[in-house]
């Protein structure tokens, strides 16, 4: 899919450096997991846009007041063929896997893990966090590693002064941690104006946290995703304010996305669902997602397939 709307405007008369083409991504809440459900704000996949380079899905949330909301209960739930990034600005958060990982998340810090061929996970805040605010991301892996073994990472980058600002880089740069297409993930704090070269075979989004801010001349509202196409060769940000600039060469792939497994076709999905159906009820004679060690809760049932065919996008 592409977009052509945003190039019916042309500027005249520009002093300052050529602005790059922005699309502004709205947010829609979302209900996400569990019985009790925490709203979210969600950017992608939207109908106009369902990837910025291998990103594939963009959960924004907070700061709530964890009194009010209860925070963060989800259940085991299981992925595939993707990565989840998860990455604070307050709280913690407590992660448990099916290849038996136990760590927390907190803010700074990333948490990265790749589903791979099949993984299960449950994310509970903890009992002292007051304040849950944060993104919850996936990156869609490329065919040629989908159906690579599960595993988990936890880095914790340097905060680095920028002119105008701090960044912090968790994915990419020089991130080690492992990627399977070429990634960028970065928070960055701005104290007034920023201003990045960017990788112009890569595309970008920028998530507005605290703003407004101005991204190469067009304002993003917090929660708001600015997009920002391959070819674009730098980003002038105007706060103050915090985001966080995902990017990554195009995919080149189409991807299909239903509840939390991402694939390629209908029948491989739903034969995603029926297994991960088949462990929930125990009645599996092989294992793909497995059990979380140490959560001891129920967990999540896969919601009904669609009765109409599920198709791929990107
Ligand atoms: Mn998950």
Redesign the pocket.
Known sequence: MSNVESTSQLMQCQTEAPKAQVEILAPRDVPLGGLRAMPVRRTLPQRQRSLIGAWCFCDHYGPEDVAVSGGMH?AP?P?TGLQ?VSWLFSGEVEHRDSVGSHAMVRPGELNLMTAGRGIA?S?VSTPSTTVLHGLQLWVALPESARFTEPTFEHYVPQPVSIPGGTMLTFLGGDSPVRTFTPLLGAEIRIDDAVELPLDPSFEHGVLVDAGPVSVNGTDAAPSELAYLPVGTEAVHLRGPGRVALLGGAPLGEQILMWW?FVGRTDAEVREYRAQWQSEFERTATATQFGVVPGYTGAWIPAPEVPTTALRPRG
């Open positions: 989800v739930h992925h989840t996970h994310e939390n």
